[in-house]
T-cell receptor, first 110, second 112 residues
Framework: AQSVTQPDIHITVSEGASLELRCNYSYGATPYLFWYVQSPGQGLQLLLK??????LVQGIKGFEAEFKRSQSSFNLRKPSVHWSDAAEYFCAVGLNKLTFGGGTRVLVKP | DGGITQSPKYLFRKEGQNVTLSCEQN?????MYWYRQDPGQGLRLIYY???????QKGDIAEGYSVSREKKESFPLTVTSAQKNPTAFYLC???????????FGPGTRLTVT
C-alpha cells in the first residue's frame, strides 16, 4: 500500500530565511510524487511534480524538490521565504489515486 | 474560465439528514475525485470516477454515495450513516492520461 509521511506538523520560519519541508513515501513502483499548497479555506494548488528524469525539480513560486530514491524522500525547499508562503503544504504519491501526507503548516515571522 | 466549481462554500445540516455536495467541472476531464479533509489528517479519498457511469470506493467510502451521470458532474451525498460528517470536502478532476489533479475550492460541511 502506498503511504506518505510528513514528519513536521508545524514549521515557523523568518521571512527571508530558507525553508525545507520533509516528505517520506512508500510506494511499490516508480513513484509519481507531488507537492501541493493550500491557503486557509481554499482548494489545493500544485507546486511541482516528479515522475522520472532529473531528480531536482523546479516548481512555481520559487519552490524546488529533490527526489532521493535511496531515502524514499521528496523534500521541498525554498531559498528565501516570503510572507505569502504561509500556508499548508501537502506531499502526495500516486497517479490514478493520490495518497496524501498529513500536511505541514508553515508560519512566516516578519 | 475553465475550472472546478463546488457549491455551496458553507453548508449546515442537522444530524440525521442526508446532504448532497455539488461538484462541476468544465475542463473536459475524465476522472473526478472526492476527498475529505480533517485537521492534521491530510486528505483522504472517499470516491473516484474514471469515466461516466462508473465509480470506485476510496479509502473512507462508508456513509457516502456518489453518481456520475454526466462527465462534468460528480455529486457526493453524505448520508445519515456517516458518523462524523463535519469536515472540509474537496473535489478534484484529472484528464485521462494526465498526471495532475486539479482541485475545487471546497465545501465546509457542519452537521449539528
Amino acid at each position: 500500500a502506498q503511504s506518505v509521511t510528513q514528519p513536521d506538523i508545524h514549521i515557523t520560519v523568518s521571512e527571508g530565511a530558507s525553508l525545507e519541508l520533509r516528505c517520506n513515501y512508500s510506494y511499490g513502483a516508480t513513484p509519481y510524487l507531488f507537492w501541493y499548497v493550500q491557503s486557509p479555506g481554499q482548494g489545493l494548488q500544485l507546486l511541482l511534480k516528479y515522475f522520472s528524469g532529473d531528480t531536482l525539480v523546479q516548481g512555481i513560486k520559487g519552490f524546488e524538490a529533490e527526489f532521493k530514491r535511496s531515502q524514499s524522500s521528496f523534500n521541498l525547499r525554498k531559498p528565501s521565504v516570503h510572507w505569502s508562503d504561509a500556508a499548508e503544504y501537502f506531499c502526495a504519491v500516486g497517479l490514478n489515486k493520490l495518497t496524501f501526507g498529513g500536511g505541514t503548516r508553515v508560519l512566516v515571522k516578519p | 474560465d475553465g475550472g472546478i466549481t463546488q457549491s455551496p462554500k458553507y453548508l449546515f445540516r442537522k444530524e440525521g439528514q442526508n446532504v448532497t455536495l455539488s461538484c462541476e467541472q468544465n475542463l473536459n476531464h475524465d476522472a473526478m475525485y472526492w476527498y475529505r479533509q480533517d485537521p492534521g489528517q491530510g486528505l483522504r479519498l472517499i470516491y473516484y470516477s474514471q469515466i461516466v457511469n462508473d465509480f470506485q470506493k476510496g479509502d473512507i467510502a462508508e456513509g457516502y454515495s456518489v453518481s456520475r451521470e454526466k462527465k462534468e458532474s460528480f455529486p457526493l451525498t453524505v448520508t445519515s450513516a456517516q458518523k462524523n460528517p463535519t469536515a472540509f470536502y474537496l473535489c478534484a478532476s484529472r484528464l485521462a492520461g494526465g498526471d495532475e489533479q486539479y482541485f475545487g475550492p471546497g465545501t465546509r460541511l457542519t452537521v449539528t
